[in-house]
Nanobody, 127 residues
Framework: QVQLVESGGGLVQAGGSARLSCAAS????????VGWFRQAPGKEREFVSA????????YYAYSVKGRFTISRNSAKNTVYLQMNSLKPEDTAVYYC????????????????????WGQGTQVTVSS
């Protein structure tokens, strides 16, 4: 069992930056890819980014590519999402989640492919 806790959300002005953290406890998640998803009010949960188990590869949704950077610190059992050039449309609750399969060789961007989820952290971008 893995427990995930997100932090770092808040109110940010458009054009600003924020860094989200996803800290894991319980079983290590170092053998699993970790993804970030977000859900805006009245919308479906959507994939944002993922990093593979070895941190050798990353994957981004088109809407955030070039603005967001995902990284992980295995020693701290933590994954980060650096968000720059934020836009009002980035406003959402952001969730981190662990892949269901260890050391999966390809990235997956569907919520059903992820097993453990955090409680989410709100990011609000004001215009």
């Amino acid at each position: 069992q893995v427990q995930l806790v997100e932090s770092g959300g808040g109110l940010v002005q458009a054009g600003g930056s924020a860094r989200l953290s996803c800290a894991a406890s319980g079983r290590t998640f170092n053998n699993y890819a970790v993804g970030w998803f977000r859900q805006a009010p009245g919308k479906e949960r959507e994939f944002v980014s993922a990093i593979n188990w070895s941190a050798s590869g990353t994957y981004y949704a088109y809407s955030v590519k070039g603005r967001f950077t995902i990284s992980r610190n295995s020693a701290k059992n933590t994954v980060y999402l650096q968000m720059n050039s934020l836009k009002p449309e980035d406003t959402a609750v952001y969730y981190c989640a662990t892949d269901r399969s260890p050391r999966r060789p390809v990235f997956v961007d569907t919520a059903a492919s992820y097993e453990y989820w955090g409680q989410g952290t709100q990011v609000t971008v004001s215009s």
